[in-house]
């Protein structure tokens, strides 16, 4: 088929721009004006869409690779040129867009960080118009390692395919393939709102295009760092790991069955793929590992737990044993000093009553004498004082102590002797007239 006569547009599918690839590469040798129908036909369908961005990468994939020194020369005559009209941004796009997919698929670093550093600015600021300019940066951003300015760039592709009503998956898979770079390097950042985005766009390219061997791949990587995440955060509870391993291993080996065979990144593409095969038994190997530590700490700390328990609950029995022991000879101290405390009371009330008598008595003497009795009556009164003074004093004891036989007999004699007595002084005259 002749050169020019197949056309792509907005409504070309993936099998029209294989043909029109293939026919593009029939010539060894490629003009500056046939690079221009190549980019031509390329912005047919419409950059910035899903249809846009995987054509472009297919054709990057399988394209003649004598092209890319065109397509660089291309881009400096784009950049010398003075007068720059709207489709010169357009076609310029394109071919930016074409060397730095390919500078990343083939790893071409050095050129593909020299490439942004002189286009990007272009495409950046041109009002927004390229969404993915912001993406390229991000996959630059990426490579470089710096995760978190490549969300960052992920995001804003996004906002600008929403301001112009566009849904473009292929740019969510970006973000997505940041969001597991950043997982497999256990960045901080990543929240788990990301991972649960990045596995919902896997799953939905792979829908949309079942065939594209990159989306499984990505799958695979999602399932592998979102385990490790997931261990690492201790969330494993209740998720099959084991089957979620083979699952991601799966994906990755129906990536290499769907790579293309004859493409120049098949060799690279299938070395990756089972590099990250071989990443998923380690990743399983590292899981069973924590787990056995997590058992092994959570054993010692319930035997540490037991430990402490026992102390403590022998440690309240101690103390409990040395409270009641305390309330005990808190209590016979308080017996003993009571009882010692009554015994003091009981003296003095003992003193007291010794006291009161002697001053009683003395005074019956002085109140006798004073009243210029005989002797003979004031000593029968003082002596009837002393017995009625044995009387109270007895009673007294009583009293105070605990009752003893001996002093209710001081009690009763002392009294039947001052009755006696007082008898006696009343009857005197009488007895005194019969003697």
């Avoid at 979102?226 to 291993?249: F, M, P, V, W």
């Avoid at 493409?263 to 038994?281: C, F, G, K, L, Q």
């Avoid at 009673?395 to 002392?414: G, T």
Wanted: with cysteine.
């Amino acid at each position: 088929m002749a050169k020019g006569k197949l056309k792509l547009s907005k409504d070309s599918t993936r099998r029209d721009i294989t043909l029109f690839v293939n026919e593009f590469n029939k010539s060894d040798e490629f003009s500056m004006s046939e690079v221009e129908e190549l980019l031509i036909n390329l912005v047919n369908l419409e950059i910035d869409t899903y249809n846009f961005s995987m054509g472009a990468n297919a054709a990057t994939r399988t394209i003649n690779k004598k092209i890319i020194p065109v397509l660089e020369k291309y881009l400096k005559h784009f950049d010398q040129n003075a007068e720059k009209k709207v489709e010169d941004y357009d076609k310029a796009f394109v071919a930016y867009y074409l060397l730095t997919y390919y500078y990343r698929t083939y790893e071409k670093l050095d050129k593909f960080s020299n490439v942004i550093n002189l286009y990007q600015s272009y495409f950046e600021s041109h009002n927004e118009k390229y969404a993915l300019a912001y993406q390229i940066k991000a996959r630059y951003l990426r490579r470089k390692g710096n995760r978190r300015d490549a969300l960052a760039y992920d995001r804003k592709a996004g906002d600008v395919l929403t301001k112009k009503n566009i849904n473009n998956i292929q740019v969510r898979v970006t973000y997505a393939s940041t969001v597991s770079m950043s997982l497999e390097n256990r960045e901080p950042f990543v929240t788990e709102r990301d991972i649960e985005d990045a596995y919902k766009t896997a799953e939905e390219a792979i829908i949309l295009n079942s065939d594209y061997p990159k989306y499984r791949y990505l799958l695979g990587k999602l399932i592998i760092f979102t385990l490790l995440y997931k261990n690492s955060h201790n969330q494993l509870e209740g998720i099959d790991y084991s089957s979620e391993i083979l699952r991601a291993k799966e994906s990755l080996r129906e990536a290499i069955e769907l790579e293309d065979s004859t493409s120049d990144s098949y060799p690279i593409s299938v070395i990756e793929y089972r590099t990250y095969m071989r990443a998923a038994d380690l990743v399983l190997a590292e899981i069973r590992l924590t787990e056995n530590m997590r058992l092994l700490e959570q054993k010692q700390t319930e035997s540490i737990q037991h430990k402490f328990e026992q102390e403590k609950k022998d440690t309240e029995g101690n103390l409990l044993s040395t409270k009641n022991e305390i309330i005990e000879e808190l209590k016979t101290a308080k017996s003993g000093f009571e009882a010692q405390l009554k015994q003091t009371q009981d003296r003095y009330m003992e003193i007291l009553g010794l006291i009161v008598s002697i001053v009683a008595i003395i005074m019956v003497v002085i109140g006798t004498y004073s009243a210029n009795l005989s002797i003979t009556a004031i000593l029968v009164a003082t002596f009837g004082m002393c017995i009625g003074m044995i009387a109270v004093y007895s009673a007294l004891l009583i009293l105070l102590k605990e009752p003893k036989v001996k002093y209710f007999v001081f009690l009763v004699v002392s009294s039947i002797a001052e009755i006696l007595i007082i008898i006696v002084s009343i009857l005197w005259p009488v007895i005194r007239k019969w003697m």
